[in-house]
């Protein structure tokens, strides 16, 4: 729910209980108060009453009016309190009865008590309550509608620099030249938002400029001084006059040369993904990419004698073509590498996920470490740099990796989100 959806609901969801609240309790003041003035009307008709028996010595005649009924009974030796009480009014003129408001008392006269009862019509008292209620009720629906209006289209109008500058966010992409436009705002908590932004924007850009040029450089400063020494190193290794021990020592150099490049091309290509700095995108028919990397492995695994099966239906990814070549050179690799003479490497592919088996040792690696930097095991040859590398593909494009050890198999299987997978042909 959007902040102003959420705002206008707390806003009316308060409003109305304060005014429903309030209306009940205004109305029962109001009724409170229409009743005390009714009693304090019947207390003025005892009053005349009993002044006029104290004066006359006589009961005064019934009256029935249309405003006031009154009546007397002899009491024999009870005494009625007196009490004010709702009942039933009968008006001579109307047909029917009307709510009414009573009194009820005793009164001596000649040493007889007698029981009065005084009766007066409410109607024009509840006619007014009715008006009153009425009124409330209009101002509070007049209320909430003007509430809703203003919450729908004037606070909208305020909340528009602050969607203008989310939509520019959304948009920012690091490695575009566009630049972030200023968004004017009369607000100041907006008008602070868009300078953090704007500076937060700039700020970005240049870090990622100078990130680029580090990685370029290095890149470049550092591959060739490599290929010096292994050009250099390949002229010596020619040389029919080396002997075995310098032989040796020359070919451990070599080796040791082309782990570093391995190494350099690793890290750089780690900080171009961590940094989101490749950026092509095309479609690829995942199940053909597989089968040409295992035609390029195909030596490397006659060498081991490893048997590979594939499982693999037609799947359509849009992705860069250099990570995901990356992905499954590094994938193949690791089984290839991980796995022992006549061992077996299964690959499967459908709709959901990929996974890669291969045999090796009985052992469970830790799910969690394994995908760690440097992270390798004690004979191996390798960077240690090749699962943190299939992580970091899979973290770009929001995929899922899992490691586990089933029935002898290391499985690394990478399942596709579903909010990010592209069409699957079948």
């Known amino acids: 729910m959007?902040?102003?959806?959420?705002?206008?609901?707390?806003?009316?969801?308060?409003?109305?209980?304060?005014?429903?609240?309030?209306?009940?309790?205004?109305?029962?003041?109001?009724?409170?108060?229409?009743?005390?003035?009714?009693?304090?009307?019947?207390?003025?008709e005892v009053s005349e009453v009993i002044g006029y028996v104290n004066l006359k010595k006589e009961l005064p005649k019934q009256v029935?009016?249309?405003?006031?009924?009154?009546?007397?009974?002899?009491?024999?030796?009870?005494?009625?309190?007196?009490?004010?009480?709702?009942?039933?009014?009968n008006n001579p003129k109307l047909a029917g009865t009307r709510a009414g408001r009573a009194v009820e008392g005793t009164m001596a006269l000649n040493d007889r008590l007698y029981r009065f009862n005084i009766i007066i019509s409410k109607e024009s008292t509840e006619y007014l309550l009715q008006?009153?209620?009425?009124?409330?009720?209009?101002?509070?629906?007049?209320?909430?509608?003007?509430?809703?209006?203003?919450?729908?289209?004037?606070?909208?109008?305020?909340?528009?620099?602050?969607?203008?500058?989310?939509?520019?966010?959304?948009?920012f992409n690091v490695s575009e030249p566009v630049e972030f436009n200023r968004v004017e705002s009369k607000i100041d908590e907006f008008a602070e938002l868009d300078d953090a932004v704007y500076l937060m924007a700039k700020r970005v850009k240049g870090d990622y400029q100078n990130l680029k040029h580090f990685t370029d450089n290095a890149s470049h400063e550092m591959l060739t001084p490599l290929a010096v020494i292994t050009s250099k190193l390949d002229t010596f290794i020619q040389d029919e006059t080396l002997r075995k021990e310098q032989f040796d020592q020359i070919q451990d150099i070599y080796s040791a040369a082309g782990k570093l490049s391995?190494?350099?091309?690793?890290?750089?290509?780690?900080?171009?993904?961590e940094n989101d700095l490749i950026t092509d995108t095309e479609e690829s028919e995942l199940q053909e990419v597989i089968l040409e990397k295992l035609k390029q492995f195909q030596e490397l695994l006659s060498s081991k004698e490893i048997t590979v099966e594939t499982a693999l239906t037609v799947k359509k990814l849009k992705v860069s073509k250099y990570l995901i070549d990356i992905l499954l050179n590094n994938l193949i690799s690791n089984a290839i590498r991980h796995n022992y003479s006549n061992g077996h490497i299964k690959i499967i592919l459908t709709g959901s996920h990929l996974v890669f088996e291969n045999t090796g040792s009985a052992v469970t690696l830790d799910s969690t470490a394994i995908f760690n930097r440097f992270r390798k095991g004690s004979g191996s040859e390798g960077t240690g740099l090749g699962l943190a590398i299939v992580r970091n593909i899979c973290k770009v494009y929001e995929w899922t990796l899992d490691y586990k050890f089933v029935d002898g198999f290391h499985s690394f299987e990478i399942r596709w989100n579903q909010t990010e997978i592209p069409q699957v042909l079948h």
């Not at 902040?3 to 009724?31: Q, R």
């Open 2 to 44: 959007k902040l102003a959806s959420h705002y206008n609901k707390v806003t009316i969801v308060v409003t109305l209980s304060v005014l429903i609240v309030g209306a009940v309790i205004y109305y029962f003041a109001i009724n409170h108060i229409a009743r005390t003035l009714l009693d304090d009307h019947l207390s003025e």
């Open 64 to 89: 029935d009016f249309d405003e006031d009924q009154t009546t007397f009974a002899l009491l024999k030796d009870q005494h009625v309190p007196t009490r004010f009480y709702d009942t039933l009014y």
């Open 131 to 171: 008006i009153i209620t009425t009124i409330t009720l209009v101002l509070v629906l007049g209320l909430f509608l003007v509430l809703f209006l203003t919450n729908r289209y004037l606070l909208g109008d305020l909340w528009k620099p602050f969607y203008r500058i989310l939509g520019q966010l959304k948009a």
């Open 262 to 273: 391995r190494l350099n091309q690793s890290l750089l290509l780690l900080v171009k993904i």
